[in-house]
C-alpha cells in the first residue's frame, strides 16, 4: 500500500510539474507578440559587469553597475536593411568596487550615439556596431512594450601591451513611440 502511495504521489508530482512547465511555454509565447521594429523610448536601464587588465605579470580587476535615470534615450530599428541607431542622453549613478575592497560610487550624464545592424532568431537579437558584437535575450515583446538583457564581451590590446577584457551586461526596458 505504501508504495502505491509513493508511486501515486511521484506521479502527481510529475503531472503537475509538467503543466507547470506548459503554462511558462504559453506565457512567453505571448510575450512575444510585437515586433522589434519602429521607435522605442528607453524607459529603465541599468547595468552591471567587470573589468580585468593584464599588463606583463600585474592582473587588475574592478566590478561595477549602474542605474540610468532622467532617460531620454530612443533607439530605432528599421527592416530592410536591418539597422538600429540609438540616439538620447540620460544620468547613471555608477558603483565600482576594486579588488582591494576600494568602492567609488559617482554621478555621471551620458550621450548615448550608436549605430549598427541586427537581426532576429526568435527570443534573441543579434546586434553589431562597430565590431562589437551583442547578444540581446528578448524578455518582453508585444505591441506597447519591449525588454531586452543584452550580454557583451569585449577585449583589447593597448600600446603599452595591456589587455583589457570588460563583461557587461545591461538590462533596458522600453514603450514603443509610433
Not at 511558462?24 to 536601464?45: F, H, P, R
Not at 590590446?157 to 570588460?166: E, H, K, L
Amino acid at each position: 500500500m505504501k508504495i502505491k502511495n509513493i508511486v501515486l504521489i511521484t506521479a502527481s508530482f510529475f503531472v503537475l510539474l509538467s503543466c507547470s512547465k506548459d503554462i511558462d511555454n504559453e506565457n512567453s509565447v505571448a510575450e512575444l507578440i510585437g515586433t522589434v521594429e519602429g521607435n522605442w523610448q528607453v524607459t529603465a536601464y541599468s547595468f552591471e559587469g567587470s573589468r580585468q587588465t593584464i599588463l606583463f605579470e600585474d592582473i587588475s580587476r574592478y566590478e561595477f553597475e549602474g542605474r540610468g535615470w532622467e532617460l531620454h534615450v530612443q533607439f530605432n530599428f528599421t527592416e530592410n536593411p536591418n539597422t538600429y541607431n540609438v540616439s538620447g542622453f540620460l544620468n547613471i549613478d555608477h558603483s565600482v568596487t576594486y579588488e582591494d575592497g576600494d568602492h567609488h560610487d559617482y554621478v555621471d550624464t551620458f550621450t548615448w550615439t550608436e549605430s549598427g545592424t541586427w537581426n532576429r532568431n526568435n527570443r534573441v537579437i543579434h546586434l553589431e556596431t562597430n565590431s562589437i558584437f551583442k547578444t540581446a535575450d528578448i524578455i518582453l515583446l508585444d505591441d506597447l512594450n519591449m525588454s531586452l538583457d543584452i550580454r557583451t564581451s569585449t577585449s583589447e590590446n593597448t600600446q603599452d601591451g595591456a589587455s583589457i577584457t570588460t563583461i557587461n551586461n545591461e538590462h533596458i526596458e522600453f514603450i514603443k513611440v509610433n
